[in-house]
């Protein structure tokens, strides 16, 4: 172990020592070609909030007299405070939202345990993200990874303008900070790596956890976001000709259309594949089916599902980038969603179980979030309804009768719940962005109006299979090599009679509880 930390050590010295020697990034500037914001498709994407603003007369005189270059679009202090505070919404789902969740769902002598792995994931996943991930999930190079142009945020920062870069939004000549943009993305891609470890709990080690984290962020996580989420923004669309040549630089499951406008499949359908294959290969905790395993506390599971509820609207709502229309469509599915897969989960599992329970409760009000997270801001508030009821009822057989299927020991039902709700949510938003079931349908940046062409939900929910089989054999792939790779080297598992005392005093010798 102290092998392990002392190489863990020098690579963090050779890191520093590369970036102190490394030739002064402000002197880069920006490139503006190469940044993007984005959270939906070529094909669907949420309607522009902002309208042209109107040409006085005389100023309209004044350019025809004498043409002047197009001023830079300036962001908007409106949007970008709406901005700022989605960020914090998000990072209050994790810290203290998803931990508290999670930790009321374990055993006493493991909550500590699983509240320092959220905590630390979160933190170690917004270091990388700064350092390399933002730069290889949202800059131009390849369909599917990112290039080295916002390596360590360089260029964001022009010191000889006196500058700061600006991200794109849906609407042609409306951006915001690209420094909000990188600070929003990067709690997308912490949380993400945070609900992995909820599949493993109480058995895995910690510096397993870490160093597995930072393999699947690097290589499932960042390609996963390129590829579904990357393109130039709506700006350089004119006509057809750059319609298509924009498109090109997209990521490759952007170019085919898919929608996910908040992360069914780059952060739900991604994280729970994780999980599940991490629950298969760590193996089941000792004495599961035998001994009683139940939540030490629902009320710390309560709180936690409260402030992921609250902290989901900035996840959503934040997506569309823009304090507008579209911000309260997904403001409001978030809502009716959630509140109906609520619904659903606690009265089916009234009728097949005899009793209400908390924690049904607290379950179900997670699954419609994650099943309303890719189609937010695409469909209508009944098509919302709709997705989460039936995510109430589906995710409840997910973490009972599919579990019992697999045969896995995922602790927490990551993949019963964010799994299966993230590919019916997927699936769903094809079939309910349609216009005639009260969805946005496709907006047509050439003409910058929605298109008169016909919406095809038989193709649009084929479109959604390609992006969610994607990534479930992207992410089951770099996750068996990641384990794998880190069982050679730390190993995965702690000892049994570490696992039977507690990970809280084994691990960490502390415990969350006194007398």
Known sequence: MRKNITKLLAGFACLCAFGVAAPSFADAPAKPEAVAAAVATPAVTPAPDAAPAAVAPAAAAAAAATPAPAAAPVANKGDTSFMMICTVLVILMTIPGLALFYGGLVRSKNMLSVLMQVFMVFALVVVLWCIYGYSVAFTEKTAFFGGFDRLFLNGIWDPVKGTFASAATFSKGVVIPEFVFVAFQGTFAAITCSLIVGAFAERAKFSAVLAFVVLWFTFAYLPAAHMVWFWTGPDAITNAATSASEALKAGWIWQKGALDFAGGTVVHINAAIAGLVGAIMIGKRVGYGRESMAPHSLTMTMIGASLLWVGWFGFNAGSSLEAGDVAALAFVNTMLATAAAT????????????????????????????????????????????????????CLWGVNGLKRLIGADDSLDVFGVHGVGGILGALLTGVFAAPQLGGQGIFDYVTNKMSADPYSIGHQVWVQAQAVGTTIIWSAVVSVIAYKLVDIVIGLRVPEEEEREGLDITSHGEQAYHG
């Not at 009234?350 to 607290?362: E, H």
Request: hydrophobic residues 55%; glycine residues 24%.
């Open 343 to 394: 619904l659903s989960w606690v009265f089916g599992e009234w009728i097949t179980k005899g009793k209400p329970s908390m924690l049904g409760g607290a379950s179900g009000a997670v699954a419609g979030l994650v099943a309303i997270t890719p189609a937010a801001g695409f469909v209508g508030p009944m098509g919302g309804l709709v997705i989460g009821l039936l995510a109430g009822i589906v």
